[in-house]
């Protein structure tokens, strides 16, 4: 499993995780949901439900990931398939996105 918490505007809003390649979970921080003046991290995961599952990874944080040959360098540079939407994700996402959300990797310690 892999996972991130989600920032917006450096606030955690909450937390994203791969449990498969064909599980995701996006799940609000229990503050950010209560919080009304809290904006939803986009429209296509409003805050009228608190935690959301998919087969594949959110639209949403597809469209933070480079295209084409900056995403071909940024798998090379990073040492990553370069069909690992999650792991470039969690690579790339942590300073520089297009909007304000960014990710930031848990580092899930095996026993």
Do not use: W
């Amino acid at each position: 499993m892999r996972e991130a918490i989600v920032y917006n505007s450096g606030r955690v809003a909450g937390r994203l995780q791969e449990i498969s390649p064909f599980e995701y979970f996006f799940r609000y921080d229990d503050e950010y949901f209560k919080d009304t003046s809290a904006p939803a991290i986009s429209l296509t995961l409003p805050k009228t439900r608190q935690e959301y599952k998919s087969e594949h990874l959110f639209p949403f944080f597809c469209n933070i990931l480079s295209e084409g040959h900056n995403r071909t360098v940024q798998a090379r540079l990073h040492k990553l398939d370069e069909d690992d939407d999650f792991g470039l994700l969690l690579s790339t996402a942590q300073t520089d996105t297009p909007g304000a959300i960014t990710l930031k990797p848990v580092q899930n310690d095996s026993i």
